[in-house]
């Protein structure tokens, strides 16, 4: 066999010869031809049009509804808690708030008249009344708490709160006040959105064939009366701002019924959206004055900067409702003094690690843990529950999303599990109608 070698040539590519180069050897390869322009320079936008472009931004952010997971559990906590503080007191109630209280209906007038406080309870120093106001406030409490028609109940919550509040101003401790002017805020907060009845219900009605509500009319229809009595028994600056917010609820239901699509809807929504936004503002600000003014009070006394407070504190019999547990704690004066110095510290410095949110993160379960201390130790478990309430304000909102998926798991598993055994033995005896 003869191989011709003179056909075997190694033929070398040039790189101009490549695929991407298909042109004459030499020419410039099409890539190069076809490389992009430089963008031509934007046109300079004026000042008045990035102030609109900015209002326009904060216009969208300020109408989306913010922090609706904290505002249910501040409904949550302060409907338990008033209701709590209500049923643990109702041995005493006629003692304490009602028609056997030292502090007299008329003093009670007097008192209001000088302070502008509001309370139904000085209008009659009857029995029946006061028990129709006393347990009312039980009721709206509880309502509250389930988020049942959240609109009207915390307005009732608001009443209740301050007619038993203001009967006798001088009964409660601290945890009275902060009551009184969380319950104002959690008027205008939407916080019957999540986790409440009201949300069970607007689910319910998504997926379901809609209908048309009447309780919420009802309700309305029903506390209209009772703001006539109110204006013209004793009309203060309180009637005035009931009469405000039943008028603007009035509208809404208009606003829904009549005219669901219409511009003036959307502008209600949005508007309630920001109102909302602003008092979880001024929530998170009021917390921020109670921490702060506090741990610059603390900071003044003398006991405090010796670290020996919390000691004579203890020492105090009405601070004293596990007599063991205070001498276990004063016994140890170095926990005693961190405890002192800690307190300080810790509420000096909170508003300013708002920023930080690790920072926060972690010095917020720590100020809990300190008001649960309060509470076993000292016994003051109200002032303590009412700050662990409005300190949810905080909370991070991953943190109450699992929380939330976590709870709505569990009743869902306890809820399949009930199905299931009552597929297997039958429906309860309770349910079982007799022929």
Known sequence: MNIDHSAAKVVIPSPLHTVDNVGAPGSPPDSAAKAPRRPEPAAPVSMSERLADRGARFVAFASRTHSL??????????GAFFAFYLLREW??????????????????RTLGSDTHSFTV???????????????????????????????????????????VENRSPFVGDAGDDIIRI???????????????????????????????????????????????????????????A?????????????????FPEH?????????????????????????CFIYGSAGLYKSQGFTWQNGSAVYYAMQLDLFRPWPWLSDLFSTHMLVTYLFCYGTVIMQISFPFTLGY??????????????????????????????????????LPTAFLVRVGDRVTRRTAWVRKRRHATHARTGPPPSVVLSP
């Open 69 to 78: 997971r904290q505002a249910a559990t501040i409904r949550i906590g302060f």
């Open 91 to 108: 041995p005493n109630r006629r003692v304490l708030f009602g028609d056997l209280n030292p502090w007299a209906v008329d003093m009670a």
């Open 121 to 163: 309870l000085a209008w009659s120093g009857d029995r029946w009344w006061f028990e129709l106001v006393y347990h009312g406030a039980i009721v709206a409490s509880v309502l509250l708490m389930l988020g049942w028609r959240t609109r009207a109940t915390a307005v009732l919550f608001l009443a209740g709160v301050l007619s």
């Open 182 to 240: 969380m319950a104002i805020y959690l008027v205008f907060t939407r916080c019957g959105h999540i986790w409440s009845l009201d949300a069970r219900r607007w689910l319910r009605a998504c997926t379901q064939k809609a209908r048309r509500e009447h309780a919420a009319v009802v309700m309305w229809l029903a506390l209209g009366p009772l703001l006539v009595f109110l204006s013209v028994f004793n009309w203060t600056g309180w009637a005035a």
């Open 242 to 258: 009931f009469w405000v917010l039943w008028s603007f609820q009035g509208l809404w239901f208009a606003a829904g019924r009549w």
């Open 263 to 287: 511009t003036a809807r959307a502008l209600l929504d949005s508007g309630a959206a920001m109102l909302h936004n602003c008092a979880m503002l001024v929530i998170a600000v009021q917390v």
């Open 357 to 394: 949110r690790r920072v926060k993160n972690i010095l917020l379960p720590l100020m809990m843990l300190e008001h649960a201390g309060i509470a076993v130790i000292l016994g003051i478990p109200f002032l303590s529950l009412a700050m662990m309430v409005s300190d949810a304000v905080f």
